[in-house]
């Protein structure tokens, strides 16, 4: 059979459309397949003897990691006083650790806690390995009244 020029050229640009489309579609879904989802149960933590009978409250908070970038999307409430900050700290579970990132909380008794982050590589790790914690400061205890450490929920 010989094919004519107009007839080669509409297969061949039939096999680029569908060559294109075909790996649109693996991209998309290697895209949709590599987001993560964690979540943090936050309950009151004392940091101190003292503090043991004055915290209160509770919340949830949950973390979509795609690629790099963690979106932090909860909330809280019934705290003794009101929030002050909220934090990422880099720590395993039982195990205070140091601050790596900051997050949006409503300065009240209850509300929301948010963000974007951009993770290092290392802390994508930490993630992975339960090794993050979400922590909310508030007026009366200053070094932390609800903690939950975050924990895949894959």
């Known amino acids: ?3 004519g020029h107009k007839t080669f050229s509409s297969l ?10 075909t ?3 693996i991209f998309s879904v290697s895209a949709v397949a590599q987001s993560e ?7 009151p933590m004392p940091t101190t003897p003292q503090t043991v009978t004055t915290i209160t409250g509770e919340g949830e908070v949950i973390l979509t990691l ?3 970038m ?12 009101a929030a002050t900050m909220a934090h990422v700290h880099n720590g395993p579970p039982a195990q205070p650790g140091p601050v790596v990132h900051q997050l949006e909380v409503t300065k009240m008794t209850g509300g929301e806690i948010s963000a974007v ?14 090794e993050l914690y979400i922590q909310v400061h508030s007026e009366s205890n200053p070094p932390g009244e609800l903690r939950g450490w975050v ?3 894959n």
């Not at 061949?12 to 489309?21: D, G, R």
């Not at 989802?37 to 309950?43: H, Q, V, W």
């Not at 982050?117 to 339960?130: I, K, M, P």
Request: charged residues 15%; glycine residues 6%; aromatic residues 8%.
């Open 23 to 25: 790996l649109a579609l």
């Open 66 to 68: 795609d690629g790099n």
């Open 37 to 43: 989802t964690f979540r943090a149960r936050l309950s």
């Open 12 to 21: 061949i640009t039939s096999f680029v459309c569908t060559l294109t489309c």
């Open 1 to 3: 059979m010989k094919l």
């Open 70 to 81: 963690l979106t932090v999307s909860g909330n809280f409430a019934g705290m003794n006083s």
């Open 151 to 153: 924990f895949s929920r």
């Open 117 to 130: 982050l951009e993770l290092s590589d290392e802390q994508v790790t930490a993630l992975r390995n339960n």
